[in-house]
């Protein structure tokens, strides 16, 4: 562990107090180190880099700016004072690589599936659009090639039978999809369920397209799974809205759809959280009697979702003897992200430096509706999260 003096220590508790960091100066500290790895260093790539949602690492980059750590270009760069900080850490300023042939995400889409890849990605196009409401942030046509392929690196697929709890990604039409152009059915009995149904409808067209059956239900997962898809399935899937409470409802919901008995599978897409709810959800699938086999960081790419810098990671748990919902009947609690945030944030326009609340009880509930009206003062359509403002 680094000894720090008490000036970097003190600067670093100081910007970890301000923005109201969980992670307190050893947050702070990781945001400089990979800053000085990176520089020039764009917010998203530090907050994919270190692990924290992207409005938490724009406030301290904020306030690491107002003490003359960086300057006041972006992508972030290092001032004369920031360098010597970040020789007292000892870091240096080399590129962190990853793999050159998978990017870090541990598979490869092959030149064949390509043309899988821009079929998913002109569906996306014309598909339903992001109900920011339901936490929706669709993932990109890649990432949802990838997640097949690592379904089958693990033997999940070719499969028998897979639940999808809410599917906004379209996770069934990529399956089918790729199955088509691997010349096999991947899933015999493919089921789905959410909310929406329009969504719903522009499945059921794709997968007629793609001759694969399919069981499409709509339902709303804070009542439990119709009683058919009890203990049906072999494999569930889930990508939840960014709270631990969905986190907790739509996995509970995806062991109720799981055949009894160790050896299931659930792949589990969620976005970096501060300590505390990380650790809320590792508790979770604890309880729900999971085990964790694999989780691979940073592994899916979202179009926006700009509040986990466009990405999140994804895991695959496997049942036990012991597992079992941890929900049972109804859920009456909040769910969304607009149904937990009491606190409005605020943002700053990029063009002229004009300042706006943005929650729930603001002129401006979300930052959608923002940037689509523009700052009444520029007119600009780009603004950067400050701290949340609290005792409102």
Request: aromatic letters at 4%; charged letters at 20%.
């Amino acid at each position: 562990m680094i000894n720090l003096d008490d000036g970097l220590s003190g600067l670093l508790t100081a910007v970890a107090g301000a923005v109201g960091l969980q992670e307190g100066e050893a947050g702070v500290e990781r945001v400089l180190r990979a800053i000085g790895q990176l520089e020039p260093a764009s917010t998203r790539a530090v907050s994919r880099h270190v692990g924290l949602p992207l409005p938490l690492v724009a406030a301290v980059n904020n306030e690491l700016r107002a003490r003359d750590v960086l300057t006041r270009d972006r992508p972030s760069r290092l001032t004369a004072y920031g360098r010597q900080l970040l020789d007292e850490l000892d870091v240096d300023p080399v590129e962190v690589g990853s793999c050159t042939c998978c990017a870090g995400h541990s598979v490869v889409v092959p030149a064949e599936l390509t043309p899988v890849v821009d079929r998913l990605a002109r569906l996306i196009e014309a598909g339903p659009e992001i109900d920011l409401t339901l936490d929706q942030s669709f993932a990109t046509a890649a990432t949802k090639v990838r997640r097949v392929l690592l379904m089958m690196r693990y033997g999940l697929l070719p499969g028998r039978s897979v639940l999808l709890v809410g599917d906004d990604d379209l996770m069934s039409v990529t399956i089918a999809a790729v199955g088509a152009a691997l010349g096999r059915r991947l899933v015999h009995h493919l089921a789905v369920v959410d909310i929406s149904p329009t969504l719903l409808d522009f499945i059921s067209d794709q997968l007629g397209e793609l001759d694969q059956p399919a069981e499409l239900r709509r339902h709303d997962l804070r009542q439990p799974l119709p009683e058919r898809f009890h203990g049906a399935f072999e494999l569930a899937m889930t990508d939840p809205p960014y709270t631990t409470d969905g986190a907790a409802l739509f996995l509970s919901r995806a062991v109720e759809g799981l055949r009894p008995g160790p050896g299931r599978s659930v792949i589990f897409s969620f976005g970096p959280k501060g300590p505390d709810d990380t650790l809320a959800v590792q508790r979770t699938v604890a309880d729900l009697g999971l085990t964790v086999q694999a989780m691979h960081r940073n592994f899916n790419e979202y179009l926006g979702a700009g509040v986990i810098g466009g990405v999140s990671h994804l895991q695959h748990l496997v049942s036990t003897a012991g597992t079992a919902p941890v929900l049972a009947g109804d859920y009456t609690g909040p769910l969304y992200t607009a149904d937990q945030r009491t606190a409005p944030r605020q943002y700053v326009c990029n063009g002229c430096g004009s300042r706006y609340l943005v929650g729930q009880q603001e002129q401006w509930t979300t930052i959608a509706l923002l940037k689509q009206a523009g700052c009444a003062q520029c007119g600009g359509e780009r603004f950067r999260p400050l701290q949340l403002v609290k005792g409102r």
